[in-house]
T-cell receptor, first 115, second 113 residues
Framework: KNQVEQSPQSLIILEGKNCTLQCNYTVSPFSNLRWYKQDTGRGPVSLTIMTFSENTKSNGRYTATLDADTKQSSLHITASQLSDSASYICVVSAGGFTSYGKLTFGQGTILTVHP | EAQVTQNPRYLITVTGKKLTVTCSQNMNHEYMSWYRQDPGLGLRQIYYSMNVEVTDKGDVPEGYKVSRKEKRNFPLILESPSPNQTSLYFC????????????FGSGTRLTVV
C-alpha cells in the first residue's frame, strides 16, 4: 500500500531559528514529490516539486531534498518567520501506467513559530 | 488573478438535503479534482477529472457525484448528505495530473446535522 509518513507531527520553534521536516514514502513506482504549505482553514499552496533525478530544490527560505534510494525527503526552513506557522504536507505522485499521477498525501507537520 | 474559486465557504445543512458545492478555475486547466480533509486523516481524493466529460473516482467517492460539462467548472454534488460527510472540502486544478503543482481553492467547510 502506498503511504507517506511525516515527522514530527508538530513542532514549535522560535522566530529566526531553522528547522527540518521529514517525509518517508513507500509509493511505487515513484514519479515526483511535492511539498505544500497550508495555512489554517486555507487551501494548500505548492512550495516545491522534485522528480527522482533532483536532489534538492529551493524556494526562498524553503529547501527540499530528496533521496530516491532511501525514499526520504526533507524540507528545511531557514530563519523562520511567524508567517511560517502552518501545516506542511508532503505529497508523492505515482508513476506507472495504471497509477500515473495518483497522489498520496502525508498527514502533515504542524509548525508553530513563536516570537 | 489565476485562482480556483469555491462556493460556499461555509455550509450547514440537514441530513438528506441535496447540496452542490461549486468550483471554478480561470487558468484553462485540464485537470480538476475534489478532496476532503479530516483531522488525523489528511487530504483524501473524492473524484477527479482529466478533461471535459471525463471523470473518475478517487479514494473516497461514496456519497458524492461530480460533473464536468465545461472546462472551467467542476461541481461536487451530495445527493443525500449524511453527518459523516461533515468535513473541509477542497477543489484543485492543474495543467495536468502528473508534472505540475496543483492550485487549490480556499475550501468549503461543510457541516451536516
Amino acid at each position: 500500500k502506498n503511504q507517506v509518513e511525516q515527522s514530527p507531527q508538530s513542532l514549535i520553534i522560535l522566530e529566526g531559528k531553522n528547522c527540518t521536516l521529514q517525509c518517508n514514502y513507500t509509493v511505487s513506482p515513484f514519479s515526483n514529490l511535492r511539498w505544500y504549505k497550508q495555512d489554517t482553514g486555507r487551501g494548500p499552496v505548492s512550495l516545491t516539486i522534485m522528480t527522482f533525478s533532483e536532489n534538492t530544490k529551493s524556494n526562498g527560505r524553503y529547501t527540499a531534498t530528496l533521496d530516491a534510494d532511501t525514499k526520504q525527503s526533507s524540507l528545511h526552513i531557514t530563519a523562520s518567520q511567524l508567517s511560517d506557522s502552518a501545516s506542511y504536507i508532503c505529497v508523492v505522485s505515482a508513476g506507472g501506467f495504471t497509477s500515473y499521477g495518483k497522489l498520496t498525501f502525508g498527514q502533515g507537520t504542524i509548525l508553530t513559530v513563536h516570537p | 488573478e489565476a485562482q480556483v474559486t469555491q462556493n460556499p465557504r461555509y455550509l450547514i445543512t440537514v441530513t438528506g438535503k441535496k447540496l452542490t458545492v461549486t468550483c471554478s478555475q480561470n487558468m484553462n486547466h485540464e485537470y480538476m479534482s475534489w478532496y476532503r480533509q479530516d483531522p488525523g486523516l489528511g487530504l483524501r481524493q473524492i473524484y477527479y477529472s482529466m478533461n471535459v466529460e471525463v471523470t473518475d473516482k478517487g479514494d473516497v467517492p461514496e456519497g458524492y457525484k461530480v460533473s464536468r460539462k465545461e472546462k472551467r467548472n467542476f461541481p461536487l454534488i451530495l445527493e443525500s448528505p449524511s453527518p459523516n460527510q461533515t468535513s473541509l472540502y477542497f477543489c484543485a486544478s492543474s495543467i495536468d495530473r502528473e508534472r505540475y503543482g496543483y492550485t487549490f481553492g480556499s475550501g468549503t467547510r461543510l457541516t451536516v446535522v
